[in-house]
T-cell receptor, first 112, second 119 residues
Framework: SQQGEEDPQALSIQEGENATMNCSYK?????LQWYRQNSGRGLVHLIL?????REKHSGRLRVTLDTSKKSSSLLITASRAADTASYFC????????????FGKGTRLSVIA | GAVVSQHPSWVICKSGTSVKIECRSL??????MFWYRQFPKQSLMLMAT?????????EQGVEKDKFLINHASLTLSTLTVTSAHPEDSSFYIC???????????????FGEGSRLTVL
């Protein structure tokens, strides 16, 4: 079963606006990761936040993690048309070299 | 970043035939690779964990006799969809961790995916 659940499932915004996507998960985690997928392509790693971190930044990306609520958010500031993609949160199934379990994803459309 | 390559990127086959998809780690050795399947507008679902030199570990509900996985070397894993049917049409994506990048719980590097269409 899916570990993470993202909302919204789809988001459409104007270029320059901020986009916020949320993710909830069910079990305890070591870290939570966000990935981006352009249509019909593989996934690209965006950012990893560890369970002892509350917020992390990378360029126009800001990720928060609330382990008490088992939730995370991804904020993309000053969005661009090129940010149009699907965004997934993912958590490790177990510790170690184990697979990631992905949420359902948010399809973001940034309109120029 | 690390590079994981998949081939073919797309394939169309007739029902009943078998299709092999290759996944290569180009600049690192991967003892473990993961195969995912993704249906349109859905998330990635883990199919199996491919272990170099040993049998793959399949997820519940994934038929190991239908989806044959071979991990014969540290840089190559193959997924063979045997006797493919239209319901097997999907986007298949492999991934692996590059040793040393953030530790064993670090990011996964993904291939570009292989789109299978079974007529």
């Amino acid at each position: 079963s899916q570990q993470g659940e993202e909302d919204p499932q789809a988001l459409s915004i104007q270029e320059g606006e901020n986009a916020t996507m949320n993710c909830s998960y069910k079990t305890s985690i070591n870290n939570l990761q966000w990935y981006r997928q352009n249509s019909g392509r593989g996934l690209v790693h965006l950012i990893l936040i560890r369970s002892n971190e509350r917020e992390k930044h990378s360029g126009r990306l800001r990720v928060t993690l609330d382990t008490s609520k088992k939730s995370s958010s991804l904020l993309i500031t000053a969005s661009r048309a090129a940010d149009t993609a699907s965004y997934f949160c993912a958590t490790l199934r177990n510790s170690g070299n184990t697979p990631l379990v992905f949420g359902k994803g948010t399809r973001l459309s940034v309109i120029a | 970043g690390a590079v994981v390559s998949q081939h073919p990127s797309w394939v169309i086959c007739k029902s009943g035939t078998s299709v092999k998809i290759e996944c290569r780690s180009l600049d690192f050795q991967a003892t473990t690779m993961f195969w995912y399947r993704q249906f349109p507008k859905q998330s990635l679902m883990l199919m199996a964990t491919s272990n170099e030199g040993s049998k793959a570990t399949y997820e519940q509900g994934v038929e190991k006799d239908k989806f044959l996985i071979n991990h014969a070397s540290l840089t190559l894993s193959t997924l063979t969809v045997t006797s493919a049917h239209p319901e097997d049409s999907s986007f298949y994506i492999c991934s692996a961790r590059k040793p040393g990048t953030g530790g064993v719980d670090g990011e996964l590097f993904f291939g570009e995916g292989s789109r299978l269409t079974v007529l």
